[in-house]
């Protein structure tokens, strides 16, 4: 089993739909990243969050430390925003991060 | 902000060619890392560094080894590369526990 699981592996959704990806880890963490890789390779990190919740622009990211689970959400989807997005935890005491395997999504206009 | 910089996007190497794979990043970060990333697997490290010279495996160091001879950079080898090395690589960097910044990648085919 994953220390990182994340679902759904891939989602679909029509432009202007509210999508939500979730992230569950079986470790304790320092901090969680969230991650956005496009088609062609490139990684970007969304955000990094270890209490609360995140905001920039349509997306947000929520974390709670107790139940040890996290969400991106994106409102008003749009095509622009298909890719992969990647859930990576600090575990205490490392720099290494670990990965969840990432949750595909699609939109379509 | 932070540039991480990966010498090729796209590589064809013949089976048993020695292969390098730079990394440079202009931030002044201590941690380096590289990656391996497969459909279905995610992102898997092959090693990680955190200062020059020092160099820590990761899950999956079987058939690569590092180098890291400055501060900025960090260089990936293939000893003798095989086809079950076809894979996309992703150098990454980051300062402590920090926020982590990512290359491009590198889509290595063997052949």
């Known amino acids: 089993k994953n220390e990182v699981e994340q679902s759904p592996q891939n989602l679909t959704a029509q432009e202007g739909e509210f999508i939500t990806i979730n992230c569950s880890y079986s470790?304790?963490?320092?901090?969680l990243h969230w991650l956005q890789q496009h088609p062609g390779g490139g990684i970007v990190s969304l955000f990094m969050?270890?209490?609360g919740k995140k905001k920039h622009g349509r997306l947000i990211a929520t974390i709670n430390i107790q139940e040890k689970h996290s969400s991106l959400h994106i409102t008003a989807s749009h095509p622009r925003d298909s890719a992969v997005y990647i859930c990576?935890?600090?575990?205490?005491?490392?720099?290494?991060?670990?990965f969840g395997t990432g949750t595909r999504l699609q939109v379509f206009p | 902000d932070v540039k991480v910089t990966q010498s090729s996007r796209y590589l064809v190497k013949r089976t048993g060619e020695k292969v390098f794979l730079e990394c440079v990043q202009d931030?002044?970060?201590?941690?380096m890392f590289w990656y391996r990333q497969d459909p279905g697997l995610g992102l898997r490290l092959i090693y990680f560094?955190?200062?020059?010279?020092?160099?820590e495996k990761g899950d999956i160091p079987e058939g690569y080894s590092v180098s890291r001879e400055k501060k900025e950079r960090f260089s990936l080898i293939l000893e003798s590369a095989s086809t079950n090395q076809t894979s996309m690589y992703l150098c990454?960097?980051?300062?402590?526990?920090?926020?982590?910044?990512f290359g491009q990648g590198t889509r290595l085919t063997v052949v």
């Open positions: 990454a960097s980051s300062l402590g526990r920090t926020r982590a910044f």
């Open positions: 931030m002044d970060h201590e941690n």
């Open positions: 969050l270890s209490s």
């Open positions: 990576a935890c600090f575990p205490p005491n490392t720099d290494k991060l670990i």
């Open positions: 560094s955190y200062d020059v010279k020092m160099k």
């Open positions: 470790v304790g963490i320092s901090a």
